[in-house]
Nanobody, 124 residues
Framework: QVQLVESGGGLVQAGGSLRLSCAASGHTFNRYASGWFRQAPGKEREFVATISWNGDYLAYADSVKGRFTISRDNAKNTVYLQMKSLKPEDTAVYYC?????????????????WGQGTQVTVSS
């Protein structure tokens, strides 16, 4: 079993930066691919970024490509999402997820474990 806890959300002005962290429990986490998703009010949860178990493979949603960077530190059982040049449309609850496979995935149905989410609000 894996438990995920996100942190690092908050209120930031447009153009600013935030770094989200996802701390995982469970000794098998470092063999799992991970991802970040987000859900804005009234919208469906959407894919943001994903990283393979060893960090060799990454994928991003077009809307965040070039602004967001996903990374992981398996020694710390933590996945990060560095967000730069934030826009008001990035406002959402951000969720960390993990799947019991090493390869990346871009749909929420492919993930087995989820965190509780952290709010990111970008003001204009």
């Amino acid at each position: 079993q894996v438990q995920l806890v996100e942190s690092g959300g908050g209120l930031v002005q447009a153009g600013g930066s935030l770094r989200l962290s996802c701390a995982a429990s469970g000794h098998t986490f470092n063999r799992y691919a991970s991802g970040w998703f987000r859900q804005a009010p009234g919208k469906e949860r959407e894919f943001v970024a994903t990283i393979s178990w060893n960090g060799d493979y990454l994928a991003y949603a077009d809307s965040v490509k070039g602004r967001f960077t996903i990374s992981r530190d398996n020694a710390k059982n933590t996945v990060y999402l560095q967000m730069k040049s934030l826009k008001p449309e990035d406002t959402a609850v951000y969720y960390c997820a993990a799947r019991r496979f090493t390869r990346v995935a871009t749909t929420s149905a492919e993930y087995d474990y989820w965190g509780q989410g952290t709010q990111v609000t970008v003001s204009s």
